[in-house]
């Protein structure tokens, strides 16, 4: 079997994780900037009602950091300002509109900037293993990708506003202690089948939940490999286990690795910290070494699939010279 690659995708996921959509304010005094995950060059993305975004204020030109003195809203129905301190405030969506947001450095320095808020007409829900996952087990903290748009295409931002019902609370709860813009964070609670179903429209989600022994095959492994592996290179990879043909997402399901071709390639497990955007949520990490030419074979394994019995797969990827 051979090998999925992430190269240009690899490299456009880490590109992604530390992005931030950034403007230079009315009186061009400071910059004011957020993080973001789409449409980075569109600073002015309507927040969500009922959602909170993060804006951190930045002298123009050197970029350093202030201290807030004051932030206000020209009508706070429309946006409100939750808090400030230190270089960042907090807006919080409440009605629909455009207002001239102000700010006031501790050294006197003055700026705005024009934001406004829209209710969300669109949301998009994923699994951030693709379109043949929606597996999850018992016991896990899962987070599942969403994103809000308004009918047009726009992106709608912000935190803390997830119209999403659960079908069975049960079995799954959100986690209120996240809240996050990109990922919605819930608690795995018993084995079934949960539909998350949006509130503002007729998007759906079906996730299947099972306990790890019902774990009876493994997914195709990711290779985070920019063009081969040849001899001296070392690169990540991570796997996935799978449930009746559908793969689990973010398993943390106890697995191990091994090469069985010893004199061609090592194979050992690694940390998830490698990890960036959609993937830094998925689990089973491993790397492969090539120490000489030829067909690395490995064996991935997860001890507790199967009823406890263990669920095995080989895998194979060419070590170049």
Avoid at 72 to 98: K, R, Y
Avoid at 157 to 185: A, C, K, M
């Amino acid at each position: 079997m051979t090998h999925t690659k992430l190269a240009i995708a690899a490299c456009s996921i880490v590109l992604l994780a530390a992005c931030d959509s950034t403007i230079t304010g009315n009186e061009g005094n400071l910059t004011f900037s957020y993080d973001a995950d789409d449409d980075v060059f569109d600073f002015n993305k309507p927040i969500a009602i009922g959602a909170k975004l993060n804006l951190k204020v930045a002298e123009s030109g050197t970029n350093l950091p202030v201290d807030l003195a004051d932030a206000t809203s020209s009508d706070e129905s429309v946006l409100a300002v939750d808090s400030f301190a230190g270089d960042m405030f907090t807006l919080e969506g409440m009605g629909d509109g455009n207002v001239l947001i102000s700010v006031e450095t501790d050294d006197g320095v003055t700026d705005s900037v024009n934001m406004n808020a829209r209710a969300p007409e669109v949301l998009i829900l994923s699994h951030t293993c693709g379109t043949d996952g929606g597996a999850y087990l018992v016991g896990d903290k899962v987070y599942v990708p969403f994103d809000m748009e308004m009918s047009n295409g726009q992106a709608v931002i912000g935190y803390g506003y997830y119209p999403i019902s659960i079908s069975d609370e049960t079995l799954l709860t959100r986690d209120v202690e996240h809240n996050g813009q990109q990922f919605i964070r819930y608690d795995v609670l018993g084995a079934g089948t949960v539909t998350l179903s949006s509130d503002i429209d007729d998007t759906t989600l079906e996730l299947t939940l099972a306990e790890e022994a019902s774990i009876d095959g493994v997914d195709q492994p990711i290779a985070f490999v920019l063009e081969d592996i040849d001899v001296g290179d070392t690169n990540p990879f991570y796997v996935l286990p799978t449930i009746g043909g559908t793969t689990v997402c973010q398993a943390t399901a106890e697995m191990s690795v091994a090469s069985d071709t010893p004199t061609i390639c090592d194979v050992r497990t690694i940390g998830s910290e490698v990890a960036a955007g959609d993937a830094k949520y998925e689990q089973g990490w491993f790397e492969i070494e090539g120490l000489a030419e030829g067909t690395c074979q490995y064996t991935v394994t997860y001890p507790n699939g199967t009823s406890g019995a263990g669920t095995s797969a080989q895998f194979e990827y060419t070590i170049q010279p």
